[in-house]
């Protein structure tokens, strides 16, 4: 390499080092108050882990399980994601193929969504909690 284009590179590199370097800027208080200033703002969040038994097909139990990550604001409100996954393995052959005696056929299912919900009686010992989700599966 020429010395003429080592000593180019070299500038460059100072430069795009420089060009790169970042600002701190702290928050000013004195006339704006900050973002999250709500007096009784209380936040949360947890994971769950769920499985429950679910009927398949009129004649087959099956077990669904999932998992959740759940964000709890003020004791009242949940805004949850959630993905659920059908955990046995289910085999319809006999409903689904009638001539191959040797075929397996399973079911699959899987789940995810978005769910907003609100806690009843939030300062009881029990409570009821009613939700509302979309997704997809």
């Not at 284009?5 to 460059?12: T, Y």
Request: aromatic share 10%; net charge positive.
């Amino acid at each position: 390499m020429k010395p003429l284009a080592k000593s180019f590179l070299l500038v460059l590199m100072l430069v795009t080092g420089i060009g790169l370097s970042a600002q701190v800027i702290e928050e000013d208080t004195t006339t704006n108050q900050p973002f999250f200033k709500a007096k009784k703002f209380n936040s949360k969040c947890f994971v769950g882990l769920e499985a429950s038994a679910t009927q398949m097909l009129k004649t087959s139990v099956g077990m669904n399980t999932g998992i959740s990550l759940n964000w709890v604001i003020n004791h009242k409100y949940v805004v949850s994601a959630k993905y659920y996954a059908l955990s046995s393995n289910l085999n319809i052959e006999p409903i689904v193929i009638h001539d191959q005696p040797q075929a397996h056929v399973f079911i699959r299912h899987q789940s995810a969504g978005l769910g907003f919900s609100y806690i009843v009686c939030s300062d009881k010992l029990f409570s009821f909690q009613p939700e509302i989700s979309g997704g997809w599966g």
